[in-house]
């Protein structure tokens, strides 16, 4: 499966499980670290868990193996790393202190990547 469609069902699964405000940012010409960031807002810290424990599992299922949970002790953020894909989910106020969205959006030349 390309890593497009697998981002794209990334976000059709945590839209099926009422995730706010997904959006994916190309990390290809930014990073080494992945191809794409997907960030997404949860309404609680049982949603945020509940959202990545059901996204690892969907994700086993279309055969992408190996993935993990970041932040399981934290209440508000979980990360999961899908290999090529690093998904962010976050309480709304979290989401906004963190600004994931414009850090990543501003464009950085490949070879000046730090990470």
């Not at 949603?47 to 193996?65: A, D, P, R, W």
Request: hydrophobic share 40%.
């Amino acid at each position: 499966m390309e890593i497009s469609e697998i981002k794209n069902k990334i976000k059709i699964i945590l839209g099926n499980n009422k995730a706010k405000n997904i959006i994916s940012i190309d990390l290809k010409k930014k990073s080494y670290i992945a191809d794409y960031m997907i960030i997404a807002s949860g309404t609680s810290s049982r949603h945020l868990q509940s959202l990545s424990e059901h996204l690892v599992s969907e994700l086993k299922k279309i055969g992408v193996n190996g993935c993990r949970i970041e932040g399981k002790e934290s209440n508000d953020w979980k990360l999961v790393d899908a290999i090529d894909i690093i998904v962010h989910l976050f309480h709304p106020e979290k989401r906004e202190f963190y600004d994931l969205e414009k850090m990543w959006s501003e464009p950085i030349p490949k070879e000046k990547a730090l990470i």
